[in-house]
């Protein structure tokens, strides 16, 4: 992990996300686009929220965010990574906010794929 890294990791909105405060993360959200900075690990915000479990987070973030079919650096999307989980509460909620339960990665693989 290189400096660069480290920063991403201790960016405001990845701090934000750790202590769970909503109000921050909005404010953070009003002023700059920051959806898609990623941390170190290759997460977006949401894909880190969903995570740790931050369920308000991620309640907060999928009604903020462009693309919830985004992929990691493992070519996963926050849907894959909720039904892997076996996160199916999440998993719903997702898709009702637009996450794409058809959609194939670079990989090949749909969302489906990686649950069975």
Do not use: W
Not at 83 to 104: C, P, T, V
């Amino acid at each position: 992990m290189d400096g660069t890294d480290l920063e991403k990791d201790r960016s405001p909105i990845f701090l934000a996300i750790r202590q769970q405060n909503t109000e921050l993360l909005e404010m953070i959200f009003d002023y700059e686009s920051q959806m898609n900075v990623k941390n170190s690990d290759g997460l977006t915000p949401l894909m880190f929220a969903a995570k740790h479990g931050y369920n308000q987070i991620v309640n907060f973030l999928t009604q903020r965010t462009n693309d919830l079919n985004e992929e990691d650096a493992n070519s996963l999307t926050i849907l894959m990574h909720r039904l892997i989980e076996k996160d199916f509460k999440m998993a719903r909620k997702l898709m009702n906010r637009g996450a794409d339960i058809d959609y194939i990665n670079r990989n090949g693989y749909s969302p489906l794929h990686l649950c069975v």
